[in-house]
């Protein structure tokens, strides 16, 4: 494995040496665009299923996920988190419902102790903790929903984190909280890597 | 032929994975959610379901007392042995079906098209220790408890109607009901009515994470499907517990020979 391999939070690329080569190191709050649909989503599926696509080569994490057995492969899925833009909230679950629902079916033990917590981080965030975690999903704005996702993916305090905005259109209190995340989740994970999946027509970051 | 064989197995690949996960049940959102699905299943619908089901079964004691001008010892057999062995747990099962069948998979159906079933993946949680695992427990005791009160019911109301209409009174019918009535009948149709609401529960989360097709027209299909494969599987196991544990089949049509 080189050296830019294990400094790699996601290093994604064709093994003809073509385009759609991802390199994000570790560490720090980045931006990758993707060029299209469907780019965006093969990078996705990838990472989450920690496995490279036909003629491509993955490492997360700065480590090569060819030479792994499938123990391997989970333990590293642990540590990732993937934040839609849709929050992938359970419409059947009220907001505090999902934010705990992960904690609760892998950690259940600190079930007792997230409440101060998430409401720490809505209320840092400008939300109404009380308001909004007794919302059903459906009574949710965009931003609410991808909002509660990434609080309940907080709580996860994953390695690495690939996020993505939400959809539609947000008033100027709701960007300055959402550009918070990256900040947040970094105090949060000591030496996480937050990476934000934007459109080719976003502002920054290497498209693929 | 393919396409029945494969839902076969996998349902069968389904009661495998719910048998060898159920201390799943012990986590919280589990537990909740088992909860929830014997709320909704066995108390939220008990008064809609026992009534139903109660009328049901006495209409049946009327009408059977009333065609063989049964006297009080056939009356009592034919409370043991059509209500509390056979109607009580078939009337529950097949109202199960027609109320939590349904709405099993058609919300699991929903859930798969949404995408909810791939956030749920996305949690590192696996959808049927969520979905599956809880609803197949909750059915299956739900029914269990229906079928209880259905078949207090029933008794109570057939015993009753044939007070009134064959020359005996409520206690000796009563008392012949005891005296013939063993401690197996109830193991018999308790069993059997867990064994009822484990296979509906299975057969719609089944058809619920599997709908044919990923848009919104898969989702009446899959609860098509969920229904009429789980009414058939509920008659089939009726046939072969009835044949296994009393020795015969098709009342009587087929006896074993052992």
Request: net charge negative; aromatic share 8%; with cysteine.
């Amino acid at each position: 494995m080189s050296e830019a391999d294990s400094s790699a939070a996601i290093g994604y690329e064709p093994l003809n040496g073509g385009g759609g080569r991802v390199w994000v190191p570790l560490g720090g709050a980045r931006r990758v665009a993707a060029l299209s649909e469907h780019s965006r989503k093969r990078l996705v599926s990838a990472v989450l299923d920690v496995m490279p696509g036909p003629g491509t080569r993955l490492v997360l994490l700065g480590v090569d996920v060819e030479g792994l057995g499938p123990a391997g492969r989970a333990a590293l899925r642990d540590r990732i988190a993937f934040l839609p833009a849709d929050g992938g909230l359970l419409s059947s679950l009220n907001a505090w419902e999902n934010v705990v629902l992960p904690v609760g079916f892998h950690s259940p033990a600190r079930l007792a102790s997230v409440e101060a917590e998430v409401t720490a981080t809505l209320a840092s965030l400008g939300a109404d903790p009380e308001a909004l975690l007794a919302k059903l999903p459906e009574r949710m704005t965009p931003y609410e929903k991808n909002l509660i996702g990434y609080v309940r993916i907080t709580l996860e305090k994953p390695d690495l984190l690939l996020a993505e905005e939400a959809q539609g259109e947000l008033d100027s209190a709701e960007r300055a909280a959402a550009a918070r995340f990256p900040e947040i989740y970094l105090e949060r994970c000591k030496g996480g890597t937050y990476v934000q999946l934007e459109n080719a027509s976003g502002p920054q970051g290497p498209e693929f | 032929m393919i396409g029945v064989y494969r839902e076969f197995e996998g349902c069968m690949r389904l009661a495998g994975y719910v048998l060898s996960r159920l201390p799943v049940l012990a986590r919280p959102p589990v537990a909740e959610s088992l909860t929830r699905q014997i709320y909704f299943t066995g108390a939220s619908a008990t008064a809609g379901i026992v009534l139903r089901g109660a009328f049901i079964g006495t209409f049946i004691i009327a009408y059977v007392i009333d065609v063989l001008e049964a006297d009080a010892a056939l009356a009592v057999k034919i409370l043991l042995w059509v209500v509390l062995r056979e109607v009580g747990p078939l009337i529950a099962a097949v109202l199960v079906i027609q109320r939590s069948g349904t709405a099993i998979t058609t919300e699991l159906a929903l859930m798969q098209i949404s995408g909810e079933v791939t956030n749920l993946r996305h949690m590192r949680i696996d959808p049927r220790d969520y979905l599956v695992v809880p609803r197949v427990v909750g059915v299956a005791l739900s029914t269990a408890a229906l079928t209880f009160y259905v078949q207090v019911i029933a008794v109570g109301g057939g015993m009753l109607l044939s007070a009134l209409s064959i020359d005996a009174s409520l206690g000796e019918l009563s008392s012949e009901f005891f005296a013939l009535a063993r401690p197996l009948d109830l193991v018999y149709s308790t069993i059997k009515s867990c064994l009822f609401g484990a296979a509906i529960g299975l057969v719609c989360c089944y058809h619920g994470l599997h709908p044919p097709g990923v848009s919104i027209n898969a989702v009446p299909k899959a609860a098509i499907n969920g229904v009429t494969q789980s009414t058939l599987l509920v008659l089939l196991l009726n046939v072969v517990f009835a044949y296994l544990v009393f020795g015969q089949a098709f009342f009587g049509l087929v006896t074993a020979k052992l």
